[in-house]
Nanobody
């Protein structure tokens, strides 16, 4: 069973930094993307950063482009999000997501789904 467990959230003052972690387990080599999303109260969930397995370099969205850094460990089973120069508008629940399949006796294209998995989220609160 694919599991994603986030950690590292907390409260910080504007201008501070946090590093989020997402520990992934139960997935297979059929992993095409690992991403960070966030959802602020009253707003839709939005992408923050994605690491595409076959592209290598992360892709950033919105204001994350100049302040956040997404990475993985060498084993590829932990996703990180280093957030610098945090702003109050960064306050949100941050979620780890993966497009992947569990291990099994199938080739990647034959897995019927589900493909999309989410963690439970970690709260980030940035105060003035």
């Amino acid at each position: 069973q694919v599991q994603l467990v986030e950690s590292g959230g907390g409260s910080v003052q504007a201008g501070g930094s946090l590093r989020l972690s997402c520990a992934a387990s139960g997935y297979s080599g059929c992993t095409y993307d690992m991403s960070w999303y966030r959802q602020a109260p009253g707003k839709e969930r939005e992408p923050v950063a994605s690491i595409y397995t076959y592209r290598g370099s992360p892709t950033y969205f919105g204001s994350a482009k100049d302040r956040f850094i997404a990475s993985t460990n060498d084993a590829g089973n932990t996703l990180y999000l280093r957030m610098n120069l945090l702003k109050p508008e960064d306050t949100a629940m941050y979620y780890c997501a993966a497009i992947t399949a569990p291990p099994g006796p199938w080739v990647c294209g034959d897995w019927p789904g589900p493909w999309n998995y989410w963690g439970q989220g970690t709260q980030v609160t940035v105060s003035f």
